[in-house]
């Protein structure tokens, strides 16, 4: 089983802030299968990014995902007070592999 | 747009069985992976599996192997979750979820049910 180990756990920023959120992986995705979620209390994950790079429908273009390989990144370019929240990358390989990182949490300095 | 009803908040006893239901509308649903992702409090996202539903199969992540099925009934566009020999540490939201491409089991999701909360306790 692949392994996504988050970094950092906490991420303490003001509105307007750039934040960059990492993520690696214990083996290499050769497929690049890599995606990012939002989740904000109470609410059901969001689908930012998938296919490493490839913004999800209606997702703002201040978000952005790059990597490969191991290591993957999210940044969100300018942090809106709505995009303090827990971030989670998921790799997908072949079935039945899907994993999720731990998670890091994006919050108001 | 697909929409995704669950089935409403359940609370059982340890040892028990419950049953998901996971109701699709609004647009395509046989040919997209539909999997399954729970959140324990105060935890993660955590994999369970998931389905084609044109194609009935299922996979499951290692760690719920033969104690979860899953299933789906093209005639309701409805996908379910069976999970059985519940424990306290099974205590969470249960969601369903859209794959954002065609064909594959392994996935990213773009489309979430709202969540089910399963409660496991004497």
């Known amino acids: 089983e692949i392994v996504l180990t988050q970094s950092p756990g906490t991420l303490s920023l003001s509105p307007g802030e750039r934040a960059t959120l990492s993520c690696r992986a214990s083996l290499t995705l050769t497929t690049d299968y890599l995606a990012w979620y939002q989740v904000r209390p109470g609410q059901a994950p969001r689908l930012l990014i998938y296919g490493s790079s490839r913004r999800a429908n209606g997702i703002p273009d201040r978000f952005s995902g790059s990597g490969s390989g191991t290591d993957f990144t999210l940044t969100i370019s300018r942090l809106d007070p709505e995009d303090f929240a827990v971030y989670y990358c998921q790799q997908y390989g072949r079935s039945p592999s899907v994993t999720f990182g731990g998670g890091t949490v994006v919050q108001i300095k | 747009q697909v929409q995704l009803v669950q089935s409403g908040a359940e609370v059982k006893n340890p040892g028990s069985s419950v049953k998901v239901s996971c109701k699709a509308s609004?647009?395509?649903?046989?040919?997209?992976?539909m999997g399954w992702v729970r959140q324990a409090p105060g935890h993660g996202l955590e994999w369970m599996g998931g389905?084609?539903?044109?194609?009935?199969?299922?996979d499951y992540a290692q760690k719920f192997q033969g104690r979860v099925t899953i299933s789906a009934d093209e005639s309701t566009s409805t996908v379910y979750m069976e999970l059985s020999s519940l424990r306290s540490d099974d205590t969470a939201v249960y969601y369903c979820?859209?794959?954002?491409?065609?064909?594959?089991?392994?996935?990213?999701?773009?489309?979430w049910g709202q969540g089910t909360m399963v409660t496991v306790s004497a």
């Open positions: 979820a859209r794959a954002v491409l065609t064909g594959d089991l392994s996935n990213a999701f773009d489309i």
């Open positions: 609004g647009g395509i649903f046989s040919s997209y992976a």
């Open positions: 389905i084609i539903p044109i194609f009935s199969t299922a």
